[in-house]
């Protein structure tokens, strides 16, 4: 674990109370979820909102507060604790390093590496407009999520894509090192546009590979909805503790949150 100057200088990294990300894109497609399947991945304490979903997501940060620009995937999934919504994300991938280590160590979010394209309409001009959306994520050979859709109208109405509350598994392997944390990143909406889309899921690992980002294991289901964002997100307070994930979460999570 790391000391309290490396928690300082993460922290740093991180800005609590500043800008995080600027202009960040995200394509969210919320999808149904077979909650006996899905309820599996939560740890104690937490269940699944009804009815329920996830956010299945790609995104692109052209500027941070770490100095990184890099694309993103995972999974949101749509939870309740004490009678409080929530998400909690059972799987995120990375292009950065850096990235990488703030998220996970900070945080909680269960990052890996691995190689996402990710291209839409007006990405080089740091805007957003009508027209095709693509993302693809590979991980060790394997494409394990496609997402496809096409860009629609501005919108007003839509949900928050990173502004609302999160809860996350932070800490390293053990009978009590891992403990659920939460927080609510700050989120500025510069854009929402209404978007169709379409998700595939790649074939289940095997041999060696077996249990390595298992998506197709997560009970996600028939797309609902889909939005493609632009925003501007601060880190706002630091993640709090709130109780131990235990043992048992962290075995059935392995492949997905480690491997």
């Not at 394990?144 to 839509?158: K, P, Q």
């Not at 909805?225 to 632009?230: D, I, P, T």
């Amino acid at each position: 674990m790391f000391g309290p100057a490396g928690v300082r200088k993460i922290g740093s990294l991180a800005n609590f109370g500043g800008a995080m990300y600027t202009g960040a894109v995200f394509f969210a497609v919320r999808v149904a979820l077979d909650a006996r399947v899905a309820q599996r991945w939560l740890p104690p304490g937490v269940s699944l909102a009804r009815p329920a979903s996830a956010t299945v997501f790609a995104a692109h940060f052209p500027e941070t507060s770490f100095g990184s620009v890099y694309d993103e995937a995972g999974i949101f999934f749509h939870v309740r604790r004490r009678l409080r919504d929530a998400v909690f994300c059972p799987w995120m991938v990375v292009t950065d390093d850096v990235a990488l280590i703030v998220g996970r160590e900070l945080c909680g979010y269960p990052k890996k590496l691995a190689r996402v394209t990710f291209r839409y309409g007006g990405r080089d001009a740091g805007t957003t407009r009508e027209g095709d959306v693509f993302a693809e994520v590979e991980r060790r050979g394997r494409v394990v999520l496609a997402l496809r859709g096409v860009v629609g109208a501005r919108m007003s109405d839509a949900p928050p894509m990173l502004g609302q509350r999160a809860l996350n598994v932070r800490g390293a392997l053990g009978l009590t090192a891992q403990r659920l944390v939460t927080f609510t990143p700050r989120e500025t909406v510069r854009e929402v546009r209404s978007a169709t889309a379409e998700i595939a899921i790649g074939s289940p690992s095997s041999g060696l590979e077996e249990g390595r980002d298992p998506l197709d294991a997560l009970g996600l289901g028939v797309v609902l909805g889909a939005h493609l964002y632009r925003v501007d997100v601060a880190a706002g307070l630091p993640p709090r503790e709130v109780r131990g994930a235990g043992l048992g979460f962290a075995l059935r999570g392995l492949g997905a949150r480690w491997l």
